[in-house]
């Protein structure tokens, strides 16, 4: 371990812990120890962490607001609920079926990415914000109109625009299923998700964004986020590397979007609307802007927190937006700090930043 | 220093609040707690919080009147029953959460979930637990779809669409009609699919047919004036009632008086908070169930919920009411006993819903078939003088 990077080191720390608590729940879950409660949240947590630390990609290490990630989640989700679904008679297995669904989700999205970073990422500040907002919005209203089903033909899509068209529109042969009715959202969705494919999937974009952040083109899209007039005065392609940032979060974005639509048999495409976007960013702004760790952590705690406050019955979201003003508040409070910093040894601390 | 006298505070707060969140969750947990060691476990999960509040709050008093008037007469069969009932904000994911958490309680039948699109979530899980589910008021066709042991007490989606086109074709055949509907959401674009098939084979005259969505559920200027402009005069509003406060009082306030129909998720509209109830007066609406009922049960029913919380039931307290009810009438016809595992229960359930027939609140001879549907009668009532009165 000596001879390794600082940096490196740290990313070894972040896979280890990752592994390691995937290992103790499966150890406690396969033991029993686990309320069904938590266990069902699995799933969820994991999609929740994907998406925290795939914003962090574009809000904390290429520095650019982005309101619509729920946008790419939606993508993500819906397009691996075709592909799952449509596939159901083709490809038996589950698993294999799941990784195809990821496989679509990500890159569906990732194109949405390039196509909306083209003309979004020419703008900067505020401005980006606002569009990538209206995009999380048009996206959201694009799939309410959007009827697809399945025969031993293959897939029907049409688009209602009109809002008059119903699934009969489809005219499919008898014995075809529809996927993803309209406004209805996505229903009887075969539910085959699972914690494992979770977990994976939350390697996977570590791997991904850990190792792009610590090479060239990381430097580069961090210098394009520190300063851009410095950066592209040394000959950095401001567009290229923001589009490679940008489309990267999308896609991972997608991923967890598959797998979070195949957890339910039942999905609106309202369900991705600014609030989950905002939810997202608070995940991404709790843990700290461009500490990967940090979203992991916040993500994980702040999907759990709201199901652990049922005990306070009408009172619960208050309690939650309470801790979240505590959490700041204490994240940033000098005493405390200090205080840390008093009980946790020097050399402990200097690892865990 | 002034910011860690807030910090302190607010824990203080949190504390505070903690205390009288337990101690109000506790409460009846306890009462029921010192009965009788076995004891029936029914749970229930529906929004509380959250745009469709009303109707998981009438669904979980009602639920909670229906146990308690059990439990004072004996219990079922010589059993005691407890009833919690968890927030879901009508949201997907949520309800799963909460049904996992009343699983990890005990539950061992769910009276649930209130709104649709979460109850499809929930009745997938629903089905691959083997846990028995009635559901008071989640009327897509999807819940029950392929599930064998998940049940609808209120009438599906297309019964409600086609019911409504049935009502208008019968009473006011030669009306225009404009439809108003929320075009991102289940339950509207499920009856307004209904509707408009069975309103063109009835060869009703549909003039006019008007979308919105959850973010412009706040003006409908647009929509009232291209109903107007075609010479409206019904108006349809297959949507819940938050949204047609608004279109009552916009087209209040723009002089067009049309009569407006609604269906089941209109009803609520006349306890809502900061609406004026008499905008209201007129409106016709499709329901089981009417508060000013003459029989003996809808009346003991009414004046229980008035004292206890002082506003007319509506018609998912009924239907919340009915499903206790007839929870109760199946586990005893059943013989079953709390002891019996979840799938035993299940199964008895599943025989007795499918040939039984039920005397509710909401109907009479309610029956069920295999693919968890009831059977009863929609009746048509207007609101006069701030009440519902069953329309001729």
């Known amino acids: 371990m000596k001879n390794l990077k600082k940096t490196t080191k740290q990313d070894f720390i972040t896979y280890l812990a990752v592994i390691l608590a995937f290992i103790a729940i499966t150890v406690m879950g396969d033991a029993g120890m686990l309320s069904r409660s938590f266990k069902g949240q699995l799933v969820p947590i994991c999609c929740y962490i994907v998406m925290a630390v795939s914003l962090n990609l574009t809000v904390g290490i290429l520095g650019e607001l982005s309101l619509g990630h729920a946008g790419f989640m939606s993508v993500g989700a819906f397009s691996g609920i075709i592909a799952a679904m449509s596939l159901q008679a083709a490809i038996p297995s589950p698993v294999l079926r799941l990784v195809i669904a990821l496989v679509v989700g990500a890159a569906f999205a990732g194109v949405a990415g390039a196509l909306i970073g083209i003309p979004v990422l020419r703008l900067r500040g505020d401005y980006l914000a606002i569009v990538t907002l209206a995009f999380g919005e048009i996206i959201k209203e694009l799939i309410n109109c959007l009827i697809v089903g399945v025969d031993s033909k293959g897939l029907h899509i049409i688009f209602n625009v009109s809002g008059a068209k119903t699934v009969n529109d489809l005219h499919m042969l008898e014995g075809g299923r529809a996927i993803i009715k309209g406004a209805q959202g996505a229903t009887g969705t075969e539910t085959i998700a699972s914690f494992t494919a979770g977990f994976v999937l939350i390697m996977i974009s570590l791997v991904i964004i850990l190792n792009l952040v610590r090479s060239r083109s990381g430097r580069a899209i961090m210098a394009l986020r520190d300063n851009r007039i410095a950066a592209e005065s040394v000959g950095i392609n401001v567009t290229k590397y923001k589009m490679m940032a940008f489309v990267t979060s999308a896609a991972l974005a997608g991923a967890a979007g598959a797998l979070y639509g195949l957890n339910y048999s039942n999905l609106l495409a309202t369900k991705f609307n600014f609030n989950t976007s905002i939810l997202v960013l608070v995940f991404v702004v709790l843990g700290g802007l461009g500490n990967i760790r940090g979203s992991i952590i916040a993500a994980a705690i702040l999907t759990v927190l709201p199901e652990m406050l049922r005990s306070f019955a009408d009172y619960r979201m208050l309690v939650y937006a309470i801790v979240l003003i505590l959490v700041m508040l204490g994240t940033n409070n000098a005493q405390l700090k200090g205080l840390l910093a008093k009980i946790i040894p020097t050399k402990l601390r200097k690892e865990a930043k | ?392």
């Open chain 2, 1 to 392: 220093m002034k910011k860690f006298i807030a910090l302190v505070m607010v824990v203080a707060m949190v504390m505070s609040m903690a205390a009288c969140g337990a101690s109000e969750s506790s409460a009846p947990a306890a009462s029921s707690g010192d009965a009788a060691a076995a004891t029936f476990k029914l749970g229930s999960t529906g929004p509380i919080t959250g745009d469709a509040a009303i109707y998981g709050q009438a669904v979980m008093n009602a639920c909670q009147i229906a146990v308690d008037e059990i439990n004072a007469a004996g219990g079922i069969n010589g059993y005691q029953v407890e009833f919690k009932f968890e927030d879901d904000v009508a949201d997907g994911e949520t309800a799963v959460n909460a049904y996992n958490t009343l699983m990890d309680w005990g539950m061992q039948a769910l009276i649930g979930t209130v709104t649709s699109g979460a109850c499809i979530s929930v009745s997938s899980k629903v089905y691959e637990d083997r846990v028995f589910a009635l559901t008071p008021s989640a009327s897509s066709t999807d819940v029950t779809a392929g599930k064998d042991n998940m049940f609808q007490l209120c009438f599906a989606d297309p019964n409600q669409g086609s019911g409504s086109a049935v009502y208008m074709s019968a009473n006011m055949a030669d009306a225009k009609i404009a439809v108003i509907y929320r075009n991102d959401d289940a339950y509207s674009q499920g009856i307004r699919d209904t509707f408009v098939t069975e309103a063109a084979s009835l060869g009703l005259d549909v003039v006019y047919e008007g979308t919105f969505t959850a973010d412009t559920a706040t003006d409908f200027s647009v929509q009232l004036t291209a109903a107007q402009a075609a010479g409206a005069d019904l108006v349809f509003l297959p949507i819940y009632y938050q949204p047609a406060s608004v279109i009552l009082s916009q087209a209040d306030a723009m002089g067009y008086a049309p009569t407006f129909f609604g269906v089941d998720g209109m009803d609520g509209i006349l306890t809502m908070e900061g609406f004026d109830a008499s905008l209201a007066e007129g409106v016709m609406l499709l329901t089981p169930f009417s508060a000013d009922a003459e029989d003996e049960l809808t009346k003991n029913f009414v004046a229980e919920y008035q004292k206890r919380h002082g506003e007319t039931p509506n018609q998912f307290a009924a239907d919340g009411y009915d499903c206790i009810y007839a929870m109760k009438q199946a586990l005893e016809a059943a013989n079953c006993t709390p002891d019996m595992s979840v799938e035993e229960l299940c199964d008895a359930l599943i025989a007795q819903f499918t040939s039984m027939s039920f005397n509710g609140l909401t109907g009479t001879d309610m029956t069920w078939g295999t693919n968890g549907e009831v059977s009863k009668m929609p009746t048509a009532v207007v609101i006069e003088n701030g009440v519902y009165v069953t329309a001729e």
